[in-house]
T-cell receptor, first 111, second 116 residues
Framework: GDSVTQMEGPVTLSEEAFLTINCTYT??????LFWYVQYPGEGLQLLLK?????DKGSNKGFEATYRKETTSFHLEKGSVQVSDSAVYFC??????????FGTGTQLKVEL | DAGITQSPRHKVTETGTPVTLRCHQT?????MYWYRQDPGHGLRLIHY???????DKGEVSDGYSVSRSKTEDFLLTLESATSSQTSVYFC???????????????FGSGTQLSVL
């Protein structure tokens, strides 16, 4: 079945550092890929998405490129801020109408 | 923000008691979902609904039942709560566009359930 693997956290960075959170997936066909973010005490929010190979999703300075050859959708940001501290979830939607989530990666950004 | 209200926000109950969690939406979205969030597991789908009285099981449905008698309400029931059901429960909704659901989920703020 479909699955998503994320790097384990927590990831701790200093403000203005470069961020990469790795995500790889297993799915049949051509899934859509998503990154969701969860701020403390809140539900998840869609951060960005890509629906086909080589698409780049971007939002709020975050980017992720759909790489079919490596089955990856790594999240990147050039300069993180304290306000980016949250838990980030990679997810995919395969042939059915359900999302499969990764286990989440906690990001802590310090001054 | 999408209009999703979960109630209660926090609940402590004892093993063996029934518990019902409510999700209410004001968006008139067709699809509604119940997830549980646990450390090391991320979010796992319990049940979902694709319309009034139309529901289906997710990957961790054992011990849970759902009902959707109105578009706006989706209830999750634990018939006899167990300690393994201690978790944070999230409701989510999505609309259907061009026959494809789930392009974007909107989540509620969650219910923290503790089963002692």
């Amino acid at each position: 079945g479909d699955s998503v693997t994320q790097m384990e956290g927590p990831v701790t960075l200093s403000e203005e550092a470069f961020l990469t959170i790795n995500c790889t997936y297993t799915a049949t066909g051509y899934p859509s890929l998503f990154w969701y973010v969860q701020y403390p005490g809140e539900g998840l929010q869609l951060l960005l998405k890509a629906t086909k190979a080589d698409d780049k999703g971007s939002n709020k300075g975050f980017e992720a490129t759909y790489r079919k050859e490596t089955t990856s959708f790594h999240l990147e940001k050039g300069s993180v801020q304290v306000s980016d501290s949250a838990v980030y979830f990679c997810a995919l939607r395969g042939g059915g109408n359900k999302l499969t989530f990764g286990t989440g990666t906690q990001l802590k950004v310090e001054l | 923000d999408a209009g999703i209200t979960q109630s209660p926000r926090h609940k402590v109950t004892e093993t063996g008691t029934p518990v019902t969690l409510r999700c209410h939406q004001t968006e008139n979205h067709r699809y509604m979902y119940w997830y549980r969030q646990d450390p090391g597991h991320g979010l796992r789908l319990i049940h979902y609904s694709y319309g009034v009285k139309d529901t289906d099981k997710g990957e961790v449905s054992d011990g849970y039942s759902v009902s959707r008698s109105k578009t706006e309400d989706f209830l999750l029931t634990l018939e006899s709560a167990t300690s393994s059901q201690t978790s944070v429960y999230f409701c989510a909704i999505s609309e259907q566009r061009t026959g494809r659901a789930n392009e974007k989920l909107f989540f509620g703020s969650g219910t923290q359930l503790s089963v002692l």
